[in-house]
């Protein structure tokens, strides 16, 4: 038997397109004090876009999660579940604030950029989605993505 027989051929795998857009967010929030910043700002950002849009109409939002959804699913089966869960629990938390949707809505909207902007201040890098708006996706991952971590699940 030839040692090239015996050789495995190794092909070396590219890192998936989640993991590549988490790695760059990434760079951009190292700094501890950022990173919790995101944590909070992140998900209330998502809740009042989810609440401004449903202020519109309700189908507007609807039409939002849903694109949204399209957007997680070619990244990964594990976010785009956590995602439809949180898209979810927005929906619903926004139909409960009734009629004042829209004012809640933009009072945590203006509240948690400032604090991501005070976060980037703090880290002296600018927002990922200056660079590239598909960003504005990929941060609720990379909150996601951590917690993950910690509780041990594979995205």
Known sequence: MSTASKTATVIPTQPRRVDQLLAHYGESHQNPRNELIHFIAIPLIMLSLVGMLFALHPYVAYAFVAASMVYYARLSLVFLLAMALLSLLALALVRAMGPQVLP?????????????????????????????????????????????GKLGIRW
Not at 107 to 124: D, L, N, P, R
């Open 104 to 148: 809640i809505s933009l009072a945590i909207f203006v509240g948690a950029w400032v604090m991501q902007f005070i976060g980037h201040k703090i880290e002296g890098k600018k927002p990922s989605f200056f660079e590239d708006l598909q960003y504005l996706w990929v941060g609720p991952l990379f909150v996601l993505a951590r917690l993950f």
